[in-house]
């Protein structure tokens, strides 16, 4: 059979098992092991196991569930609530500052629990009903929040980047330095929303706010600095060549454990071994995901699928941003239904040798699928952050937390257009830092 029209078969079949309700792994378990009976005969099963529990022979893998912890455990505790509080003492005096500290707050809680939804219930608890008091519109309120815990899987430490990086081969640290400037780019391009869409309401009033005393300013600072020092030591650890991504990763997660413990009292050991119990949960998914991809990317290229959609991509008379502009409708419908840990592991495979073919840098391509994951996740009928934000807020409408999201997935459509436009958006800060890939 034709590789071409095999991989259209498999694409097909693999669509309907997921959409079954199957899990994710063992659905992509499933559509290969088939596929190998079929057309490779009941031996190729039997490479089944050594693949899956070799994909997983991976010193970098331990960096998931380090991360994971690390977000869970400030996650578990009122970070996002005293984070959220410094942030509007502080922003107060700005106009339109409470929408600013909300998402300021999304932004940091972002990089320190890599979680989007865990930065939409953090965050979006304290923001939401205090931006409806102070006569914000429900639309911004809710949105913003939305879409600002969608920095979660972009502002570095990101799981998603680390997933990127494994699937690919590519430099775990370049990937989060890439993420940097385009997660500033799209805070700062979500702050200015905000505050027009706040000032066109015709509400004057909640653009400015009370002002807080110096004393109640400063008195909030020891609850979160501790954890930012923590991300930027992460950081700093691993791009000062003191130590490798998971080596930080766990060293991190132990003292965002020890914090939790010492500023917020989480001595109760069942908090304790629920954030130990949901870390191992995520963590394991995830590197369940991980093991299937790889036994389904043995299936793709066993098959010649792979190899044989490069090869006809190469061929294709097109122009290279006509491609890319492909590339990006197939990442936006999948991350309408996929989790992006699924679509990166499925797609990555068959998407890196188009793209480094066509010349782009799959660094700065990490940054554009990123985004483009973060559109699925405020859109339905996934949508996830979507019903975290209905959770949080009831008496909000979906339909008027998806409006209030749909301007903030322009804004995400408006960075991916800059990063084409300026790849060294992306590409700048890891080339400075690290030195040129090339």
């Known amino acids: 059979m034709d590789p071409l029209l095999l991989g259209a078969i498999v694409a097909i079949a693999t669509i309907v098992v997921l959409f079954s309700g ?16 079929i057309f490779d005969g009941m031996r190729s099963l039997e490479l089944i196991p050594e693949i899956l529990f070799g994909k997983l022979d991976n010193f970098a893998l331990l960096s998931i569930p380090m991360f994971i912890i690390m977000g869970a455990s400030i996650a578990s505790t009122r970070a996002g609530a005293d984070l959220y509080e410094a942030l509007e003492r502080w ?23 890599g979680s989007s939804p865990a930065t939409c219930a953090a965050i979006g ?17 809710a949105g913003s929040i939305a879409a600002g815990g969608t920095l979660g899987i972009l502002i570095p430490p990101s799981v998603t980047m680390i997933v990127y990086g494994i699937a690919t081969e590519t430099s775990i640290g370049r990937l989060f330095l890439a993420g940097v400037i385009p ?17 066109r309401s015709g509400n004057i009033g909640v653009l400015t706010a009370g002002s807080y005393s110096w004393k109640q300013k400063f ?12 991300i930027i030591g992460v950081l700093y650890a691993m791009y000062g060549g003191v130590a490798t991504p998971s080596e930080t990763a766990a060293v991190g997660a132990l003292l ?19 954030i130990l119990r949901d870390s191992t949960k995520e963590s394991v998914m995830i590197l369940f ?30 122009n290279r ?41 799959p660094i700065w391509f990490a940054v554009i699928l990123t985004i483009n994951m973060e559109i699925g996740l405020i859109s339905p009928p996934v949508g996830l952050n979507l019903y975290v934000i209905n959770g949080i807020a009831p008496d909000i409408s979906l339909k008027t937390i998806l409006t209030g999201s749909l301007p903030f997935v322009a804004c995400m459509v408006l960075a991916i257009i800059l990063l084409c436009i300026f790849p060294e958006l992306a590409t700048w800060l890891p080339d400075t830092v690290m030195g040129s890939a090339i």
């Open 183 to 199: 997660g500033l780019l799209l805070v700062s391009l979500f702050m200015a929303w905000a505050i027009y869409s706040t000032w």
């Open 125 to 141: 608890k304290m923001g939401i009903p205090e931006m409806r008091k102070r006569g914000y519109p429900d639309g911004v309120a």
């Open 219 to 230: 008195e909030i600072l020891p609850r979160v600095l501790p954890f930012l020092l923590i």
């Open 91 to 113: 922003l107060t005096r700005i106009p339109g500052g409470l929408v600013i500290s909300n998402l300021g707050a999304c932004a940091l809680f972002a990089a320190m629990s």
């Open 321 to 361: 941003w006509v491609l890319m502009g492909a590339v990006n409708m197939f990442l936006l419908i999948a991350g309408f239904f996929l989790p992006p840990v699924a679509v990166i592991l499925m797609a990555a495979p068959i998407l890196l040798p188009i793209i480094t073919t066509a010349g782009f840098d």
């Open 22 to 37: 199957v899990s994710v792994a063992l659905g992509l378990l499933m559509v290969s092991a088939v596929f190998l009976m």
């Open 256 to 274: 965002c454990l020890v914090i939790a413990m010492i500023i917020y009292k989480l001595w109760n050991p069942k908090d304790l071994w629920l």
């Open 289 to 318: 995901i991980i093991a299937a991809a790889g036994v389904f990317s043995y299936m793709l290229s066993s098959l010649f699928i792979t190899q044989s959609i490069a090869e006809w991509i190469g061929t294709l008379d097109v």
